[in-house]
């Protein structure tokens, strides 16, 4: 079969090369066609359902509105976990499915149980909403707007009606968060002296808005040929058009509105604010659809903003762009990789032609090389993955095999067409391409089995680190595949096209190949005559790398360099959005002193439809920095970390009390967040049903962890510490007055928050007529105690009559899992071993902590996660072995040549161990993945070395001596220092620009390959014949004469 696809091939040469022109441009077309993002979709399929409840407490919210909605879900087809966390005024319970079904699917089962239960919610709890489809990294573009001359309420409207408007239509946008300004509100400020002298209820006054504000349905007139619809054109509620609503009438004298109340439009209380650069203004973040294009969305939003431009300057508005951009990010990785690739490409012809003096053969391998790597491209393209670091990363880490391929293939057909020039009776040019392309084929193809078998692990991997590597493993896959394809057809094509005339060829070889041969035999003999000592080294050398692998470090992924970073600032609960962008505003002051901060936006609280639950002690500091390098990056984090620790006066001894700050990069929050829920790389969640024990477990854990060498930035996530107002109704007071519990409520909240009563219609805009109570009351408790209502059957009754108002400490979050209650501790964990790390970390609370009874430990996170995905990767490589040792088996024919093939690995390991500690000593998935990479290279190499033995003692009937041992090592020579030196420039860009923009994963990887690379070449061509001669089996004609 195989002889008769490279004879085709060979024979219609002319149309095998049509054929792979058309691969190489529709190649370049698929990559400007393809999609392009930073990472694949890491995060499992989930939904996030959102629920107002206003004037709920932390504790109401749970009980009347997360618990039932939780309960509906359970049992539906693929949930693995729900969780919840309640607020004051907003339930957000987030269900994380399976991969067996689709997402929209899932939806729609979501969406069946939420219309059975949202009758039996609260009557001004909101109905449920499922929240848009977004990416796993979500957010694609922030910017702001700012004005010197118009309000922030105006801020909003520009942001609400002009902005969201325009870019919601851009394909790849699933939502617009917007952050700050002023929410118009058309307010009723009831004065409580007047309404109470006036013998005016509340209800009196709610009913006479809400029937003065109704839109209703009239009908239509029709006569015998006519039908003439009837409408009542309602009037622009104005001010004055308010106040001149009649609430009540005594004496035929009508009470008006604006007799007891002032009428303004003042802005509705906020639950976020927002500064850029320090101005007070308005943030806005478009978020991606699931599978939208990252790149092309951003400039199709770009486009958008273009367009507004006119009007923001027409209204006054600052526009300011590229607040948060990871298109930056994508631009920076795509560019480094394009010169990575065009560098290494000239490098790899550059060494071809120096050693094969022949420019023809340097150019069939050197085409052979992109060819294979566009054919895996088309492949990944139809199966609509995108390109991104990932894909990307597996792509170059492919060289080494793709490289390979391509030399091996013409390197022998150049060699063999030259030894058949000097026979008296030479074969036809076709005849020898053929025999030379099939002479290493069967090789190379379990040689290729092997590598793929070596690289399978990394498909199986689970959650989050599964759907990042495996993308990486596929590109990695379908680029020996696609390498493969183009050995046996079209290299043999273009080694005839382009090779077949032999009166051009030199019989010798050329003379770096010659040089290098001449000096490989000599430094042989001498290994030959004293082997034991180099052998002794050697295993010296591989003794100290296995130990030297306990000194390791583990991470997750590398820190990545995306240019932006995300300050976090944590208050006590219940403090202020205005005091949050007091400290805001120092802090952001600092940074933008820092040299090569280009600005900084801090958001306060929550976004109105995010899926987020932050009060309004939480802010974010966005700062971007844009694409610099790696070590400048670190200095900016460094002089930020060092801001956030200076005293800002002197009357404090801490820099600022009651903060907690932290620092991270965007990706790497999203992965810690989808991990595990919490934006963290360790997370202890204490699981029971009663919160006083489980805040006590949590605290003892807190304490323990803080004072445990290796445990930092530990903190409770939801602690017992919120301000709260409790109001303790007299049931029997109020039944005594002729009262009822709904109209008290009611009066509290106009207190203290206003009740929505109507909306007026404004042109597009929709004003929302909220009545409360005059502001002066609002934040002092005796006053609010003796304020005076009149029932709305004219009782006058006093607040502290009917009611008990005591300040306590409360809840700001209640955190479910799972249908139980939880406290999380988050930390971060630094110089602590990987391994078996969650039972070492249980170990450690059970020698020192009794929990409560019926309380229990979940302990997740990335650090978690890297532990179990290390020993996952292990367990099945080890799987992965048996086969490769079956395969080797085959090749190989015998156990002593299995055997020695074998040992080749721990030489390799001596490199890639020494990469690992000149990179820090860290060693993360994606380096092991550098690891299995440079294994699946070694034995490649080993068997095209064997099986060359083979040939010359088979075919060629030579003895199996040190003469033939000597001749198989040099004719693999040329085409092994080929593959190591070609792979090593390759992959040189990557390895010098390790940890760089773009190059966070990839780096490492290409380092390990690399530096395993050298070893292993030097060892392989060293060491290898030696012991072949010796315990290998090939003939059973052997001699040992060490000289011919």
Not at 829 to 834: A, K, Q, S, T, Y
Not at 887 to 896: E, Q
Request: some cysteine; overall charge neutral; aromatic content about 6%.
């Amino acid at each position: 079969m195989l002889k008769r696809v490279v004879t085709f091939c060979v024979k219609n040469a002319s149309t095998i090369f049509v054929i792979g022109l058309t691969i190489f441009f529709y190649g370049i077309y698929s990559i400007q066609t393809a999609k392009l993002d930073i990472f694949p979709e890491f995060a499992p399929p989930q939904i996030v359902i959102q629920t107002e409840a206003p004037g709920f407490s932390s504790e109401l919210t749970e009980l009347l509105v997360s618990k039932p909605i939780e309960k509906s879900l359970v049992g539906l087809l693929g949930i693995k976990s729900i969780r919840s966390q309640s607020t004051p005024g907003l339930s957000v319970v987030t269900i994380i499915f399976d991969d067996k079904n689709s997402i929209f699917l899932n939806r729609q089962l979501v969406n069946e149980r939420l219309s059975l239960i949202s009758n039996d919610l609260p009557k001004n709890v909101y109905t449920p909403e499922i929240t848009p489809i977004t990416s796993s990294a979500s957010s694609i573009l922030g910017f702001g707007i700012t004005s010197e001359t118009r309000s922030l309420m105006d801020l909003r409207e520009v942001a609400e009606l002009s902005i969201r408007p325009s870019i919601m239509g851009t394909v790849g946008v699933a939502d617009i968060h917007i952050f700050g300004g002023d929410v118009r509100n058309r307010q009723i400020e009831i004065i409580p002296k007047l309404l109470h002298n006036s013998k005016i209820s509340i209800e009196d006054v709610i009913d006479s808005v809400k029937k003065n504000s109704v839109i209703t349905a009239i009908g239509f007139l029709e006569n015998n040929n006519q039908r003439i619809e009837a409408s009542v054109k309602t009037k622009n509620q104005s001010i004055s058009d308010l106040e001149a609503i009649a609430v009540k009438s005594f004496d035929s004298r009508p009470i008006l509105l604006g007799d007891i109340s002032t009428i303004s439009d003042q802005p509705a209380p906020a639950i976020s604010v927002a500064s850029i650069n320090g101005v007070q203004g308005v943030f806005i973040m478009a978020q991606g659809q699931l599978g939208a294009d990252t790149y092309k969305t951003t400039l199709a939003l770009e486009t958008k903003l273009n367009e507004l431009v006119p009007m923001f300057e027409r209204e006054g508005v600052t526009l300011h762009r590229n607040l948060f951009r990871p298109a930056n990010f994508i631009e920076e990785a795509v560019t480094n990789v394009q010169r990575d690739i065009l560098i290494g490409a000239s490098l790899v012809i550059a060494v071809l032609f120096g050693f094969l003096y022949n420019a023809k053969t340097a150019l069939i391998s050197a085409i052979a090389i992109p060819l294979s790597l566009l054919t895996s491209i088309i492949i990944l393209v139809f199966q609509g993955v995108a390109l991104n670091i990932m894909v990307l990363g597996g792509l170059v880490i492919a060289l080494g095999e793709v490289v390979d391929d391509a030399i091996i293939d013409a390197e022998n057909v150049f060699r063999r067409l030259r030894e058949n020039k000097t026979l008296s009776n030479p074969l036809s040019s076709a005849s020898v391409i053929i025999k030379a392309s099939l002479e290493v084929r069967h090789s190379i193809i379990i040689a290729t089995l092997i590598v793929v078998l070596v690289f399978t692990p990394l498909l199986f991997l689970p959650d989050v680190t599964g759907r990042l590597f495996k993308p990486l493993g596929l590109a990695y896959i379908y680029a020996l595949g696609s390498s493969l394809l183009i050995a046996i057809t079209i290299t043999p094509a273009l080694c005839y096209l382009l090779l077949k005339n032999t009166s051009s060829l030199k019989i010798k070889d050329s003379p770096t190949i010659t040089w290098l041969k001449n000096n490989y035999k000599h430094i042989l003999i001498k290994i030959e005559k004293a082997p034991k000592e180099l052998i002794g080294i050697v295993i010296f050398l591989i003794i100290s790398s296995l130990a030297a692998i306990n000194l390791f470090r583990f991470e997750f992924i590398p820190e990545l360099r995306e240019g932006h970073y995300i300050v976090h600032m944590t208050a006590i609960p219940g403090t202020s959005s205005k005091e949050m962008l007091r400290v805001g505003n120092i802090v952001t002051k600092r940074i933008r002193e820092i040299d090569g901060v280009k600005s900084t936006t801090q958001w306060v609280g929550r976004a109105e439809n995010g899926a987020d639950t932050f009060g309004t002690h939480y802010s974010e500091i966005q700062v971007e920095v844009g694409p610099l390098t790696a070590s400048k990056q670190e200095i900016i984090v460094n002089e930020i970390k060092a801001s956030l620790s200076k005293i800002p006066d002197q009357g404090n001894s801490i820099p600022f009390p009651g903060f907690v700050f932290g620092i991270n990069t965007f990706l790497a929050e999203r992965i810690e967040e989808t991990v595990s829920g919490y934006v963290s790389d360790f997370v202890i969640e204490v699981v029971g049903l009663n919160l006083t024990t489980i805040d006590k477990d949590a605290k003892n854990i807190a304490h323990l962890l803080s004072s445990t060498k290796g445990f930092s930035n530990v903190q409770i996530v939801s602690p017992l510490s919120a301000p709260q107002l409790k109001i303790s109704l007299k049931d029997q007071k109020i039944s005594e007055r002729g009262l009822n519990s709904e109209e008290i409520n009611r009066i509290f909240g106009l207190i203290f928050h206003g009740i929505e009563v109507a909306e007026i219609i404004d042109g597009e805009r929709k004003i929302p007529i909220r009545i409360s109570i005059n502001d002066n009351f609002q934040n002092k408790i005796d006053l609010i105690k003796n304020l005076r209502f009149i029932s709305k059957d004219g009782i006058s009754f006093k607040i502290s009559e009917v009611a008990k108002l005591e300040l306590e400490t409360g809840r700001s979050k209640i955190l479910r899992n799972s249908g139980k209650r939880v406290q999380a501790i988050t930390a971060d964990i630094e110089n602590i071993d990987f391994s078996n790390l969650e039972q070492k970390i249980r170990k450690l609370i059970d020698n020192n902590i009794k929990l409560s009874q019926n309380n229990y430990l979940t302990l997740s996170g990335t650090s978690i996660e890297t532990s179990s995905n290390f020993k996952r990767l292990l367990v099945a490589s080890l799987i992965s072995f048996i086969g490769v040792i079956l395969l080797l088996k085959f090749a190989m024919r015998t156990n002593r040549n299995l055997i020695i093939v074998l040992l080749n690995l721990p030489f390799c390991l001596i490199g890639g161990v020494l990469a690992v500690f000149i990179n820090g000593g860290w060693l993360s998935i994606g380096a092991m993945v550098g690891f299995i990479t440079l294994f699946g290279i070694t034995i490649r190499n080993s068997i095209m070395l064997v099986s060359h033995y083979h040939y010359l003692v088979e075919t060629e009937k030579m003895v199996w001596n040190f003469s033939t041992a000597l001749k198989g090592a040099s004719d693999r020579l040329p085409s092994i220092l080929m593959t190591a030196i070609v792979t090593g420039l390759g992959l040189l860009p990557l390895v010098l620009g390790s940890g760089e923009p773009g190059r966070e994963i990839e780096g490492p990887m290409a380092s390990i390959i690399v530096s395993g690379l050298i070893t292993s070449t030097i060892l392989n061509l060293l060491i290898f014949p030696s012991l072949f001669l010796r315990y290998g089996d090939f003939s059973n004609n052997r001699s040992h004469s060490f000289i011919n």
